[in-house]
């Protein structure tokens, strides 16, 4: 892990908020001066801690009005198996989100989904035309409650300022 001062923190935590953040609003939180800040994020770019910078999207609001949780089991798990899946899912667009995890399934996806014709397309082009795919189980989000990739930077503990 590398060493963040309570100041990184807070640009951090700012930014994550809003990516759009004003570099003046954040150099008042800081109290540093606004080329500080700005030296300060491009660093914590360059070091790939701002991994990249998003916009988003109501996925309702533009027609994905479905959202499923899939867990996906392998017949074998050599690893260009698992990596040609991983590959593919990481490719479809639909796919929002791919873990490869323990336990009874191998990975875990959430697709966004027009409806269940759509679905049900995605299905044929992820899990049926793989042969080695033994099997997958699909939970239908009923509501989205929470949804989304903050770090949780205020339980962080034991950090200088710099």
Do not use: W
Not at 64 to 88: G, H, K, N, P, S
Not at 107 to 128: N, P, Q, Y
């Amino acid at each position: 892990m590398l060493e963040l001062s309570a100041s990184d923190l807070t640009i951090l935590r700012m930014l994550q908020d809003n990516a759009r953040e004003r570099l003046e609003n954040i150099a008042f939180e800081t109290g540093l001066s606004v080329a500080t800040v700005q030296r300060r994020i491009r660093s914590l770019r360059d070091k790939d801690i701002i991994h990249r910078e998003t916009t988003v999207v109501q996925p309702e609001a533009v027609g994905y009005t479905m959202t499923f949780l899939v867990l996906v089991e392998m017949e074998r798990e050599r690893i260009d198996q698992v990596d040609a899946f991983r590959r593919r899912a990481q490719a479809d667009p639909q796919v929002q989100q791919c873990y490869y995890i323990t336990g009874e399934a191998d990975f875990a996806l959430i697709v966004l989904s027009k409806g269940m014709e759509d679905f049900e397309r995605l299905t044929h082009r992820l899990f049926f035309e793989d042969a080695n795919i033994k099997r997958f189980r699909t939970s239908v989000v009923m509501k989205r409650c929470k949804s989304g990739s903050d770090v949780p930077l205020a339980m962080l503990t034991g950090v200088e300022d710099a």
